[in-house]
Nanobody
Framework: VQLQASGGGLVQAGGSLRLSCAASGRTNYILGWFRQAPGKEREFVATITVNRGTPSYADVVRGRFTISRDNANKVLYLQMNNLKPEDSAIYYC?????????????WGQGTLVTVSS
């Protein structure tokens, strides 16, 4: 599977963005979003299962971010509301399991999100 993230940009604190991740090839995987800020380790944001679409979120984004997937069109989404400056990072989509980024594969190229205060 190949993944390509898009939708990042510059937004003011309190604003919203929706990220997309287009997939090609097999897509019957658990999909997830991770992010990496400058000088920091990559961190888990959210995952979603294949068929039931059961989401899982990091505590720092729960209640503000919503992960979803369109299996027919092979697209993964991340709706981000009430954004904070600390949400600024490069956001990546990938396949895998769990919240440890080292156990994930097929990383997309990432999309930059910048939240101004």
């Amino acid at each position: 599977v190949q993944l390509q993230a898009s939708g990042g940009g510059l937004v003011q604190a309190g604003g919203s963005l929706r990220l997309s991740c287009a997939a090609s090839g097999r897509t019957n995987y658990i999909l997830g979003w991770f992010r990496q800020a400058p000088g920091k380790e990559r961190e888990f944001v959210a995952t979603i299962t294949v068929n039931r679409g059961t989401p899982s979120y990091a505590d720092v984004v729960r209640g503000r971010f919503t992960i979803s997937r369109d299996n027919a069109n092979k697209v993964l989404y991340l709706q981000m509301n009430n954004l904070k400056p600390e949400d600024s990072a490069i956001y990546y989509c990938a396949t895998g399991v769990g919240d440890n980024w080292r156990r994930w594969q097929n990383w997309g190229q990432g999309t930059l999100v910048t939240v101004s205060s």
